[in-house]
Nanobody
Framework: QVQLVESGGGLVQPGGSLRLSCAAS????????IGWFRHAQGKEREGLGC????????YFVDSVKGRFTASVDNAKNTVYLQMNSLKSEDAAVYYC??????????????WGQGTQVTVSS
């Protein structure tokens, strides 16, 4: 079955860290770019950044730059989103999405199911 499976969400205190995983099954990510998104309640979905699986090139928007990083594990066909210094406004459902392209685009081929991140003391 072709799918992206996300994991790693949960409850964390402000200032804490979480690492989200986005694992592909049924296809290899080598020719894909993976976008990270979040959707907070009452807000529109927000694009956070992009990582090119083949060489690990990343880009993040200003709101998370310096706090969020992404990495790849070729052996596990998985992409990670490391989130540090989390703030209450980072609370949302986080999604990864993959597009067969050298970089992220408007439309994606596959989406993960989403994982909830809650930031609260």
């Amino acid at each position: 079955q072709v799918q992206l499976v996300e994991s790693g969400g949960g409850l964390v205190q402000p200032g804490g860290s979480l690492r989200l995983s986005c694992a592909a099954s049924g296809f290899t990510l080598d020719e894909y770019a993976i976008g990270w998104f979040r959707h907070a309640q009452g807000k529109e979905r927000e694009g956070l950044g992009c990582i090119k699986f083949r060489d690990g090139t990343t880009y993040f928007v200003d709101s998370v730059k310096g706090r969020f990083t992404a990495s790849v594990d070729n052996a596990k066909n998985t992409v990670y989103l490391q989130m540090n210094s989390l703030k209450s406004e980072d609370a949302a459902v986080y999604y990864c999405a993959a597009v067969r392209s050298h970089w992220c685009r408007e439309r994606y081929d596959y989406w993960g199911q989403g994982t909830q991140v809650t930031v609260s003391s």
